[in-house]
């Protein structure tokens, strides 16, 4: 009987080609990148590598060391806090907010009542630090109510949190 993989949100089979990429750069880069060791040195130009190649498909800024960069993070979780503190991190270091607590100055953050615990959690910690945190609500469906959402936008907004999918 063939098995029917159904959990691809969590994880996902590597394809072969990515496989055999990936073991090279392990057999020929295989120190930690943090090193400064020769070995360590050589991992990090391999990193650096795969972050501009990474950085020129998705049409970013190579040589920028400006916060547009490309950054590697350990998962979702990482990402998502990163994310959501980061935008906390430049609205206080940015001129356009000089109330970071302030709505029209800063823009509320808007999170759906579905969403991750990485999410949701951050977004509790932020209206904790005074950041405006709306949550849009969910319909019966498990859809998002459309109507509320946009009742929601009607105020300046810095960003909508709304996860497509969960595992």
């Known amino acids: 009987m063939n098995a ?3 959990d691809n ?3 996902t089979p590597l394809d072969s080609r990515v496989a055999e990429r990936m073991m090279a750069a392990w057999q020929a880069s295989y120190a930690n990148s943090a090193s400064q060791h020769q070995a360590g040195r050589r991992a990090r130009q391999t990193v650096e590598a795969a972050r501009e190649s990474i950085a020129r498909i998705l049409g970013g800024n190579v040589d920028s060391l400006a916060p547009d960069r490309l950054i590697f993070t350990s998962g979702g979780t990482e990402a998502n806090n990163l994310a959501l503190r980061g935008l906390r991190s430049f ?3 940015s001129s356009h907010a000089t109330d970071p607590s ?3 100055t800063a823009g509320q953050l808007i999170v759906s009542s579905l969403e991750h ?3 949701a959690q951050t977004a509790d910690w932020l209206a904790s630090q005074g950041e405006t945190v709306r949550r849009v609500r969910a319909l019966t469906s498990g859809l998002i109510d459309l109507r509320h959402l946009a009742e929601l936008l009607e105020t300046p907004t810095r960003l909508v949190s709304i996860m497509a999918a969960n595992n």
């Open 9 to 11: 949100n969590a994880t």
């Open 4 to 6: 029917i993989y159904l």
């Open 102 to 104: 302030s709505e029209t």
């Open 91 to 93: 609205a206080n270091g």
């Open 117 to 119: 615990p990485s999410i």
